[in-house]
């Protein structure tokens, strides 16, 4: 026997009852934003690796650690696509959707990929759902992205998470506050990796989560309380806006995100039940992305919620996801001639809009009715010669075993009033 082939390190396939999960945290996650007039963006999957190392950032892990970066076979340097706004950012500049009506308030679902060293709710290809509003700096809009994907994590039922919200300042305050962090990190006792990493990016050393490097925070200058009047203002007006949508939220002064681009507004959705992998979603406003990419001088916002730890956030808080129930009503033909009778029903009560299945195989009463409990299906149907001849058949609900008699013709109203019924 050949050996079998095995999936690769850290990526993970949603089958059977997993699956039918995934899809339900998907949509539910996409629903807010369909109904927030966002419209849908498919993006490729990978793109030239310069697009992350300019818009991400070169000091962050995602770029210079985690990203799956091959030569084509013309020699070009491309990338599997380790988050979206890079992407999204691209597209808009290249096919000037930022001439047009603004803001430019786009979504997109998908695998993304990252060579991270896979554990519980940390996955090489991670699944994320997200959106970008570019083009309009309006507060109003900041508050929009945070309460659809607030509404998101309310609409799969979570109850257990949390808001965490801060503002990183922008490019008129944020070098005052990084000069005096990076003073303050000076007269700390580093190790030489940490003091580079402080030289780079000091902000990132905030979220250093080794004891000995914490111990030594505690009174590190925060960015809250060095924003410019216009920042303070920005974010005064954000918390007025979610307010009036209705979202709650922590502040964190010392969250620091993965990303390079961000300015102001950022935030992260929080599991506390899932262990070292909490964060299930986050964002924020990326305002000199743009132009860094080459386009205009236009700022956005906007957020990727990871659908592979909301699951596990629904599955931990015990939720109820998705219908495991493969079919309305599942069709069991005894003999040649019922087997062409069922073929035709099943087709015309799809017609219709039921979700009819039928036991393929020849495998009899026994083994059929197996296969119907196993698809949990609401309702099943047996034809055999009798019904052949009477063109009468019987349903039956197999949730209480309750039976009703009925033509051929009628058989997808009475399916549906027996459903519905309960
Ligand atoms: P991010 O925080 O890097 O942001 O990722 C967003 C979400 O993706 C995380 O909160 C997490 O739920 C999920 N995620 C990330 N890495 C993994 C992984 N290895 N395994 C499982 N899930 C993961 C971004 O990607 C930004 N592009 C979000 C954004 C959009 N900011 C502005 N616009």
Same mark, same amino acid.
């Given at each position: 026997?050949?050996?079998?082939? %095995? ?18 945290? %998907? ?176 902000? %990132? ?19 809250? #309380? ?9 974010? #005064? ?102 087997? #062409? ?55 039956? %609900? ?15 109203? #009475? ?8």
């Amino acid at each position: 026997m050949s050996e079998i082939i %095995r999936a690769p390190k850290g990526v993970p396939d949603y089958a059977q009852n997993d699956g039918i999960e995934f899809l339900a945290i %998907r949509d539910s996650l996409s629903e807010p934003i369909m109904l927030a007039g966002y419209q849908y963006i498919e993006l490729p999957i990978y793109e030239d690796t310069n697009l992350y190392v300019r818009g991400v950032g070169e000091s962050t892990d995602v770029v210079s650690k985690e990203m799956f970066t091959f030569s084509d076979r013309g020699d070009r340097s491309i990338t599997l696509r380790p988050e979206g706004t890079a992407g999204v950012m691209r597209a808009v500049i290249e096919h000037g959707l930022d001439r047009g009506q603004l803001p430019v308030k786009l979504w997109y679902a998908g695998p993304f990929f990252r060579a991270e060293r896979p554990q519980a709710g940390r996955y090489r290809q991670l699944q994320q759902i997200g959106i970008e509003a570019i083009g309009v700096d309006d507060p109003a809009l900041d508050a929009e992205v945070i309460a659809i994907a607030y509404k998101g994590f309310k609409n799969v039922g979570l109850k257990n998470f949390t808001l965490k919200l801060t503002s990183l300042g922008c490019a008129k305050c944020r070098p005052a506050y990084r000069k005096l962090l990076q003073e303050f990190l000076a007269k700390l006792n580093l190790d030489e990796a940490t003091r580079a990493r402080a030289s780079i990016n000091p902000l %990132r050393v905030l979220d250093d989560k080794r004891q000995e490097v914490q111990s030594q925070l505690a009174d590190a200058p925060l960015q809250v #309380n060095y924003l410019c009047e216009e920042c303070i203002s920005h974010y #005064n007006q954000i918390r007025d806006y979610l307010r009036l949508f209705g979202v709650q939220w922590e502040e964190a002064p010392r969250m620091v995100r993965g990303l390079d681009y961000y300015t102001r507004t950022t935030f992260e959705f929080d599991h506390p039940q899932l262990g070292a992998q909490s964060g299930i979603g986050g964002g924020g406003r990326y305002d000199g992305l743009m132009s860094e990419l080459g386009g205009q001088n236009l700022g956005g916002i906007g957020f990727g919620l990871g659908v592979d730890r909301t699951l596990l956030a629904a599955r931990a808080e015990g939720l109820a996801i998705g219908d495991k129930s493969i079919a309305d009503i599942y069709l069991i033909p005894l003999g040649d001639a019922a087997k #062409n009778q069922v073929i035709e029903l099943i087709s015309q009560l799809r017609t219709n809009g039921l979700r009819a299945d039928m036991a393929f195989g020849d495998r009899g009463l026994k083994g059929s009715m197996k296969s119907a409990d196993k698809l949990a299906a609401k309702c099943v149907v047996v034809i055999g010669d009798g019904e052949l001849d009477s063109k009468i058949v019987n349903i039956k %609900r197999m949730a209480d075993g309750k039976t009703v008699e009925s033509s051929f013709e009628e058989l997808d109203s #009475n399916i549906k009033k027996l459903i519905e019924e309960k």
